[in-house]
T-cell receptor, first 114, second 113 residues
Framework: ETGVTQTPRHLVMGMTNKKSLKCEQH?????MYWYKQSAKKPLELMFV???????ENNSVPSRFSPECPNSSHLFLHLHTLQPEDSALYLC?????????????FGDGTRLSIL | KNQVEQSPQSLIILEGKNCTLQ??????????LRWYKQDTGRGPVSLTI?????NTKSNGRYTATLDADTKQSSLHITASQLSDSASYIC????????????FGKGTRLHILP
């Protein structure tokens, strides 16, 4: 149990589908993150939310749309994805302003685009 | 350019042996350095975190070292176990507010019985 829960764990979708990834944390953290992990590449930061406000968008294509309704929940809405979007999508949470605190990661959603 | 380089890319050792993983970074201003363990199909889990004033930090059989002058870190695993098979990721935070996080590609460690 990591304290950060992601659903679903696996997702297979066609390029024309619309789906959403969900993340929730019950660690009392005020920051939440979406990362993309592709084979043989470093984790890529996609979005950062602090106190429900988006503070960073790392030039992510608009086919990825994040939503943060509160400090405990984070969504990633997907539509018209491309085969190169197949990857492991990791959610993490942390405390901003506490630089010595590690980020806590969920176990990710393995996404496959057909 | 802020970068984190890890070596080796992959490593195979026998159970019970020791091993050392390397992390070199060019990150400024340095805030802290973290080592994560990522089991297959799971998210990364923090092992150690060190600021510039800390030279070494242990977590059970895992010992991380940091040389802020040469900008190098190592993760030493003692008496390896089969459960140590995983990817080990070095992460360096930069910025006065820890607002830039740079990930290495990781080292894939295989422990053979």
């Amino acid at each position: 149990e990591t304290g950060v829960t992601q659903t679903p764990r696996h997702l297979v979708m066609g390029m024309t589908n619309k789906k959403s990834l969900k993340c929730e944390q019950h660690l009392g953290h005020n920051a939440m993150y979406w990362y993309k992990q592709s084979a043989k590449k470093p984790l890529e930061l996609m979005f950062v939310y602090n106190f429900k406000e988006q503070t960073e968008n790392n030039s992510v294509p608009s086919r990825f749309s994040p939503e943060c309704p509160n400090s405990s929940h984070l969504f990633l809405h997907l539509h018209t994805l491309q085969p190169e979007d197949s990857a492991l999508y990791l959610c993490a949470s942390g405390r901003t302003g506490s630089s010595n605190q590690p980020q806590h990661f969920g176990d990710g959603t393995r996404l496959s685009i057909l | 350019k802020n970068q984190v380089e890890q070596s080796p890319q992959s490593l195979i050792i026998l159970e019970g042996k020791n091993c050392t993983l390397q992390c070199n970074y060019t990150v400024s201003p340095f805030s802290n350095l973290r080592w994560y363990k990522q089991d297959t199909g799971r998210g990364p889990v923090s092992l150690t975190i060190m600021t510039f004033s800390e030279n070494t930090k242990s977590n059970g059989r895992y010992t991380a070292t940091l040389d802020a002058d040469t900008k190098q870190s190592s993760l030493h695993i003692t008496a390896s176990q089969l459960s140590d098979s995983a990817s080990y990721i070095c992460v360096v935070s930069a910025g006065n507010r820890d607002d830039k996080i740079i990930f290495g590609k990781g080292t894939r460690l295989h422990i053979l019985p």
